[in-house]
């Protein structure tokens, strides 16, 4: 059994991979310099009218769109890897086992000695449950994906709408707390309040309800990669610029729409699970085929290195923003305005950007990357170029 070979690799859908950390992060940061994101009150405290639009640009253009960006192209990936060990008539389950566990492994060190927000123990969990589905029909893949989804997006939010008056945010106790357990300078303050934002983020009530979220995510992305849409961009020009409009449309109706009726705290799931969705889409599809053009493959390829090392680079953005924030680094906690916030994103990324190329010269991937393919094939893989 021998590893996907790195230049077989599709390079726009490593550039969105990119492009989706850079996403990630811009909400992530929010998450990570102030309390607001977790228990509200953001609009009450960042009153300034820049202030405002940064807070209304985050939320139509980045939440939600790429977390699912990114889990649909984590299912991407799982259908590419299963097609390889098919060819080679080798059983996934024990491969997806150790690819998978590795991943809960490394979710567990990030969400509880780094960050609550970690996202991988919910992939590597999720994962599990997505090998039920590797040997299913694609008519099944996209019906799972569309039955999951939709019934949690209509059962939650009418849930949300029915109890919409009692829907209040910015508990000043907690919000109070966590000011001054974040910039506290003694580890393990700062560790137990992360563990209390954990449960109240992810905790074990979400992983009875990311298979309704998360997993369908995964499926659609095995869907588009068993058509091969995103495979052969030139041949399926036509299929490609129909899922584009189709999915602006949607994106435009679900993700601004909702601003034109005050963007109300009871709609949000179907903004977060049906725009954000579409966002993806329209951000996958448009990056697809804007590489077919020499001149923006030009400027997408620089994202390329940052989608090669995704994994690496979004736990360095979460080792970079606990330092930058929490008092035990330099404890700007809840000093940063969202303007400011993006600005941050901007240069870090952009430093990650010189920092990925520079590193993809020397080694064959990120170092994260190479301990888990390690650990995957059971083998030491080479390393250095």
């Known amino acids: 059994m021998q590893p996907y070979q790195v230049n077989k690799r599709l390079e726009w859908i490593d550039a969105a991979r990119g492009f989706a950390i850079l996403g990630i992060f811009m909400v992530n940061i929010g998450s990570f ?30 939440q939600a769109s790429f977390y699912t960006l990114f889990s649909i192209l ?3 990936g799982i259908q590419i890897q299963k097609d390889s060990l098919d060819k080679k008539e ?64 209509i059962a939650f939010t009418s849930l949300q709408y029915a109890a919409r008056d009692f829907i209040v945010l910015g508990n000043t106790s907690e919000i109070e707390q966590a000011f001054q357990s ?3 300078n003694d580890f393990s303050i700062i560790m137990a309040q992360n563990f209390q934002d954990w449960q109240l ?29 995103f495979h052969d961009p030139l041949s399926y020009r036509s299929i490609l610029k129909k899922i584009w409009v189709i999915s ?19 709609f949000a799931l179907v903004q977060d699970n049906i725009g954000g969705t579409a966002s993806a889409v329209f951000y996958l599809t448009s990056i697809t085929l804007l590489w077919q053009k020499s001149i923006s493959r030009k400027v997408l390829r ?16 979460s080792v970079i923003s606990f330092w930058l924030f929490y008092g035990v680094g330099f404890g700007l906690y809840g000093e940063v305005r969202p303007f400011q916030q993006i600005l941050i994103v901007l240069v870090i990324f952009c430093l990650q950007i010189i920092g990925s190329t520079i590193w993809l010269r020397y080694f064959q991937f990120g170092p994260v990357e190479w301990l888990w393919r390690c650990i995957t094939y059971k083998k030491m893989q080479p390393f250095r170029r």
């Not at 310099?33 to 639009?53: C, H, K, R, V």
């Not at 000695?113 to 996209?142: E, P, Q, R």
């Not at 602006?248 to 009871?266: D, H, S």
């Not at 620089?302 to 953005?317: D, E, F, H, R």
Request: proline residues 4%; aromatic residues 22%; hydrophobic residues 55%.
């Open 74 to 76: 984590f299912g991407f």
């Open 182 to 184: 974040y910039r506290s």
């Open 90 to 153: 080798i059983s996934p389950y024990a491969f997806f086992g150790r690819r998978l566990g590795t991943l809960i492994v490394f979710g567990i060190i990030h969400a509880f000695a780094v960050w609550n927000g970690d996202i991988l123990l919910t992939y590597g969990t999720m994962g599990f449950l997505l090998l039920l589905f590797l040997n299913s029909g694609d008519k099944a893949l996209a019906g799972w994906g569309v039955g999951l989804l939709g019934f949690s997006t």
């Open 201 to 229: 983020s992810n905790g074990f009530l979400g992983f009875i309800i990311y298979p309704f979220i998360i997993l369908p995510l995964f499926l659609f992305g095995m869907y588009l990669a068993r058509k091969r849409w």
């Open 248 to 266: 602006l449309i949607v994106f435009i109706l679900f993700k601004i729409g909702p601003y034109l009726f005050g963007n109300p705290l009871w």
């Open 33 to 62: 310099s102030a309390p607001y994101f977790l228990y509200g009150g953001a609009e009450d405290i960042w009153t300034a009218g820049m202030d405002q639009f940064s807070l209304a640009f985050i939320d139509i253009f980045f």
């Open 302 to 317: 620089v994202l390329t290195p940052i989608g090669k090392m995704a994994l690496s680079n979004y736990l360095l953005q």
